[in-house]
């Protein structure tokens, strides 16, 4: 498969309908735009880096499906 090339006014675009998207997904937007979900969120989280945002984690515990650890807990 070959790489493709978007523009920076493409991946800005697609940075801005992730972003003012209430509840998007990687993998929504990416789907409806037709890039994938790893190019869609190095985007995002570059474009959040450059405007000086710090990471984020994604959320954990029951709602999500993930587990949340605590130290000593137990």
């Given amino acids: 498969m070959a790489l493709k ?5 493409f991946k800005a675009d697609a940075v801005a309908l992730y972003e003012s998207t209430p509840g998007a997904t990687y993998k929504g937007i990416a789907a409806d735009l037709g890039v994938s979900r790893g190019s869609l969120r190095m985007w995002v989280l570059r474009a959040r880096a450059l405007r000086g945002e710090e990471p984020t984690r994604p959320p954990t515990g029951p709602d999500t499906g993930r587990t949340r650890h605590f130290a000593g807990a137990g």
Wanted: glycine share 0%.
């Fill in 5 to 9: 090339d978007y523009s920076d006014e």
